[in-house]
C-alpha cells in the first residue's frame, strides 16, 4: 500500500505532531472524502442536506462509514449552475462547520472558491480547503498559508456555466500536469503546507479526456503529492452505462474509482461512502489472496524484460549550466510481465515503443531531479502497456556536478500498477 500524508500548521482529528512543529495526517493507499451538499441545486443530491441539523447529521455518518475527510460545499458547481455570492455560501456552510468543528470527529475541507468563505470556514474550524478553480486567486493561496491549512488544487477548463458546452484540448494530460503543478508550485512557495492535486473529473472535460486523465493519475502522483480523483456519479458515467439519474449511478462511480485507487489516488471524493469502503475492503481481500496463491506474498510475475544503458543527451539539474549545456544520462528500465512462451510481437511488450517513451522523456523534457525524471519515466512505462505489472527504473547522472571524482550518481524508482 502506498503511504500519503497531508501536512497542516493546526491541529487535525488523527493527525499527529510533526518534527517540524506541526501535523501530519498519514494514510495507507486509497482513503475516502465524503461529499456534504449544502446546497438547493447540486446535481445529485440538491436540497437533501440543506437544512444544517441534516447536513451535521450526514456529515457524522459519513465520517461512522469510513470518510477519512467530509468535504462540505455550499456552491453548486454542476455544469450550469447559478454562481452564489461568498454572503449566501458563508450563511449555509458556516453553521455546519462550527457544529462539526466543536464535535472534534471529522477532518473537514470546505469547498469553494470563495477566498472569503475560505477564511471565515478556516477560522469557524475547518482544515482544508477544497478549491475547484485551483487556488488561482492570490487570497486564496494566503487564506491557506496563513491558517497553514492543506489546499485541494483542482483543474477546471471555462466556468462552471458553460464549461461543458465545447471542452477542446491539444493534449489534456500535458496541459492539466502543467496546470497543476505550476500552481502546486506556486502555492507550496507561499507557504501552503500540502497540495493536494485534483485532475477535475468533468470540469470542463468530454468523456475522452476524463479517461485520458484517469489512466494518467501515475504520471500524476511521480510528483510525490497526494493525488484526489472525484468521478462520483458524475455525467460521464452516467453516459458508460446509460443511467440518466445521477442517484443511481454509485456502482459506476465504485469501479471507476478502484481503477483511480489502483493506478495510485490518495483520495476518492464520493457520496457513497459506504458503498466505496466496502469495495475497497473487498479489492483489498482479493490482492492479498492472489499474493497468498502465489506462495511468496508477492503477486508480480517472475518474468523480465530489461532495457539496459539507454544513453542521451539531456537538461536536468538544478544549476543553470546544466539547462544551458546538459549531460549525458543513462537510463535503465525493468518491467515485471506475465510473458508467454509463444514466438510472437503481439503476444509480449514491444521494447522498442519503451526505447521511444524514454527517449522522449529525458531528451524533450527538463527536470530539476533525476529522480523526479525517473518516476516520470516509470509512470509512462506503466501507462505504455497494460500487461506491465511493476517498473523499475534508474536515471544515472555519471557527470553530476559534484567536488570530488565520481563514478557514477543513480536514482532508482520502482512503481507497480
Ligand atoms: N466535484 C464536485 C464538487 N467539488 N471538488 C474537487 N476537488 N473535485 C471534484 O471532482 C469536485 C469538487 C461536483 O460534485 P458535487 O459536489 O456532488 O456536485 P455539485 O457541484 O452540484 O454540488
Request: charged share 25%.
Amino acid at each position: 500500500m502506498i503511504e500519503h500524508e497531508l501536512r497542516a500548521h493546526r491541529p487535525m482529528p488523527g493527525a499527529s505532531p510533526s518534527d517540524d512543529g506541526g501535523y501530519v495526517l498519514r494514510w495507507s493507499g486509497p482513503a475516502l472524502v465524503g461529499v456534504v451538499n449544502v446546497t438547493p441545486d447540486s446535481f445529485s443530491d440538491g436540497g437533501l442536506t440543506l437544512d444544517p441539523d441534516r447536513a451535521v447529521e450526514q456529515a457524522h455518518r459519513l465520517v461512522d462509514e469510513g470518510a477519512l475527510i467530509v468535504d462540505v460545499g455550499g456552491e453548486s458547481t454542476r455544469p450550469g449552475a447559478t454562481p452564489v455570492g461568498p454572503g449566501e455560501e458563508s450563511r449555509r456552510v458556516l453553521p455546519v462547520i462550527e457544529r462539526l468543528a466543536d464535535a472534534g470527529r471529522a477532518v473537514i475541507s470546505v469547498d469553494t472558491r470563495h477566498p472569503e468563505v475560505a477564511r471565515d470556514a478556516l477560522a469557524a474550524g475547518a482544515h482544508i480547503v477544497n478549491d475547484v478553480t485551483g487556488l488561482g486567486d492570490p487570497a486564496m493561496r494566503s487564506a491557506c498559508a496563513e491558517s497553514g491549512a492543506p489546499a485541494i488544487v483542482m483543474h477546471m477548463q471555462g466556468r462552471p456555466a458553460t464549461m461543458q458546452d465545447d471542452p477542446r484540448y491539444g493534449d489534456v494530460v500535458a496541459e492539466v500536469e502543467r496546470f497543476l503543478l505550476e500552481r502546486a508550485e506556486r502555492a507550496e512557495a507561499e507557504g501552503v503546507p500540502t497540495v493536494v492535486l485534483d485532475p477535475g473529473w468533468g470540469f470542463g472535460k468530454r468523456d475522452e479526456h476524463n479517461l485520458a486523465l484517469l489512466r494518467a493519475l501515475p504520471r500524476l502522483a511521480a510528483s510525490g503529492r497526494p493525488v484526489l480523483l472525484g468521478a462520483s456519479r458524475k455525467g460521464t458515467i452516467g453516459r458508460w452505462a446509460d443511467e440518466s439519474d445521477p442517484a443511481r449511478r454509485d456502482p459506476g462511480s465504485v469501479v471507476v474509482h478502484l481503477e483511480a485507487a489502483r493506478l495510485g489516488a490518495a483520495l476518492l471524493r464520493v457520496h457513497d461512502v459506504a458503498g466505496h469502503r466496502q469495495a475497497l475492503a473487498v479489492r483489498a481481500a482479493l490482492d492479498a489472496g492472489a499474493a497468498a496463491a502465489a506462495g511468496t506474498g508477492d503477486p508480480r510475475p517472475h518474468d523480465r524484460i530489461v532495457l539496459e544503458g539507454l544513453a542521451f543527451h539531456g537538461y536536468h539539474g538544478v544549476f543553470p549550466e546544466e539547462a544551458r549545456f546538459g549531460a549525458r544520462f543513462v537510463v535503465d528500465v525493468e518491467m515485471r510481465v506475465d510473458l508467454p512462451d509463444a514466438d510472437d510481437l503481439a503476444e509480449t511488450v514491444d521494447y522498442a515503443g519503451v526505447y521511444d517513451l524514454v527517449a522522449r522523456e529525458v531528451t524533450a523534457r527538463r527536470y530539476r531531479l533525476i529522480e523526479a525524471l525517473a518516476a516520470a519515466i516509470a509512470a509512462r512505462v506503466l501507462d505504455h502497456d497494460a500487461r506491465i505489472v511493476e517498473a523499475t527504473v534508474r536515471v544515472h547522472k555519471p557527470h553530476a556536478p559534484l567536488p570530488g571524482v565520481v563514478r557514477d550518481v543513480v536514482a532508482e524508482v520502482v512503481r507497480r500498477r
